[in-house]
């Protein structure tokens, strides 16, 4: 089982950048479809991107181009770089590892522990 811890999440102000990273260890992570999920206040966990062990990303539609997921399997670290940010960007990020590419959070097989975004506008 692979255990993932991310950092990387601030406060900024809208239009801001921030990037995060998840570490995953105790498997080998490119076994796995790496995933961001957020979720606000309130709100149910959305997916946001996901990445396969190739490199192939698959993005949700809000992110219209804003961010950019990546990892560097060699040392089993999943990034999402997150430009223009918006107020409603605010959110706990969560890293994920699940055996399918979907955005389904079900599928999920393992959650880090969120790292906290805030956008102030």
């Known amino acids: 089982q692979v255990q993932l811890v991310e950092s990387g999440g601030d406060s900024v102000q809208a239009g801001g950048s921030l990037r995060l990273s998840c570490v995953a260890s105790?498997?080998?992570?490119?076994?796995?479809?790496l995933k961001w999920f957020r979720q606000a206040p309130g709100k149910e966990r959305e997916g946001v991107a996901t990445i396969s062990a190739r490199s192939i990303p698959t993005y949700a539609a809000f992110v219209k181009g804003r961010f950019t997921v990546s990892r560097d399997n060699a040392k089993n670290i999943l990034y999402l770089q997150m430009d223009s940010l918006k107020p409603e960007d605010t959110g706990i990020y969560y890293c994920?590892?699940?055996?399918?590419?979907?955005?389904?959070?079900?599928?999920?097989?393992?959650w880090g522990q969120g790292t906290q975004v805030t956008v102030s506008s």
């Open positions: 994920a590892a699940a055996r399918d590419l979907t955005l389904n959070p079900r599928t999920v097989n393992t």
């Open positions: 105790g498997a080998t992570a490119s076994d796995y479809y």
